[in-house]
């Protein structure tokens, strides 16, 4: 018997109380977000669900889309092309910083912050922009396992206050790392981090990556298992923007954040994780998921290099943890 479903049960109890941190309100649609909202979802790669809270609320996916649509690029480019005009390297500065991409004058240093989603965008095929729309709505369906739509209020809230993304697309265009079709590359971004999503969906797609590309209850494939590498690798360094270095040191899963507070995480060949909680913190990453993921972590020795002979067998805790759990959860 796995003891997850009662830690997570008590993870949701013991931050439930925790409102530090504040709703994304850059995005004005985004400030609708109710803050005590709070979900966990873990989807194993032989597709069992456990949750607890709100899984089925609905929000948008936000900067969580970069990981899938960058596998699609990987697809629809190739390594080498995209490594050209995207780099790997994690930046240390804020997501949607311009500083680096004018410094570099070549390219964004990576596809997880936005001048490098914006570039991935720019590279996704398609005979036209409604072409290229459809495609990306049948990757993420492949990902979800249902079908999936867009938010049009929070699309349209942010294509009309997006100055900053429009600023990086420009400068993308001036380095020639996109094409001058601006506002429609920029469209799709809009809508691809406009997809709705609830927290079960965001651990679905989290296990189909652990279970190499393919969806664990469909048993479709939603990107090729060559890529599913390369998608962790950028997931690992860069994925939680400028606390990537910290989040590596501490929690060692591959994960990516969203402002809309989901935060994603990967273990290659077991499970996804998915924590949804919209209050974040001055970096833009869920408050609450930052926490509900440590104690994941060092629970069920999830941090990539914990030593294979300290890892317990997988979702089972320790003696002295299972008695704070039961007198938290006051079975004990
Ligand atoms: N970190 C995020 O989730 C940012 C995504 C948001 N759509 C933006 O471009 O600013």
New binding site residues.
């Given amino acids: 018997m796995s003891d997850l479903p009662e830690f997570i049960k008590y993870l949701y109890e013991k931050y439930r109380v925790l409102d530090d941190g504040s709703l994304a309100s850059?995005?004005p649609e985004l400030t609708k977000a109710n803050p005590d909202w709070f979900a966990i979802s873990i989807v194993t790669k032989e597709g069992e669900v456990f949750q607890v809270g709100d899984s089925q609320e609905h929000f948008t996916i936000?900067?969580m889309s970069k990981v899938f649509v960058y596998g699609m690029a990987l697809e629809d480019q190739n390594r080498e092309i995209l490594l050209e005009k995207i780099g790997v390297e994690p930046t240390g500065d804020p997501?949607?910083s311009v500083i680096r991409l004018d410094e570099n004058s070549k390219r964004p240093d990576n596809p997880m912050v936005?001048a490098g989603a914006i570039a991935t965008a720019g590279l996704i095929k398609g005979v036209n922009a409604t072409d290229k729309l459809n495609r990306l709505l049948a990757m993420f369906r492949r990902y979800i396992g249902h079908d999936v739509f867009i938010d049009a209020p929070v699309f349209m809230s942010?294509r009309a206050t997006?100055h900053r993304?429009r600023a990086l697309a420009n400068l993308l265009l001036n380095f020639g790392i996109i094409d001058n079709n601006i506002e429609e590359i920029l469209d799709l971004?809009?809508q691809q981090?406009a997809l709705v999503v609830n927290c079960q969906d965001l651990a679905m797609m989290a296990a189909t990556l652990a279970n190499r590309g393919v969806n664990p209850i469909t048993n479709k494939q939603a990107v090729k298992p060559c890529y599913v590498r390369d998608i962790l690798s950028v997931m690992h360094t860069c994925g939680m923007y400028n606390y990537a270095g910290e989040w590596a040191y501490r929690v060692g899963i591959p994960a990516k954040?969203?402002?809309?507070g989901g935060i994603i995480g990967v273990i290659p060949d077991k499970a996804g994780i998915a924590v949804f909680s919209p209050l974040i913190d001055s970096k833009?990453n869920s408050v609450r998921g930052i926490k509900v993921f440590e104690d994941l972590s060092d629970e069920f020795d999830l941090h990539l290099f914990d030593s294979p002979l300290e890892k317990c067998s997988f979702l089972e805790i320790s003696k002295n943890k299972k008695d704070v759990v039961s007198q938290v959860m006051g079975n004990g």
């Fill in positions: 850059y995005i936000q900067s997501f949607n936005n942010e997006g993304n971004y809009f981090c954040s969203g402002v809309s833009g």
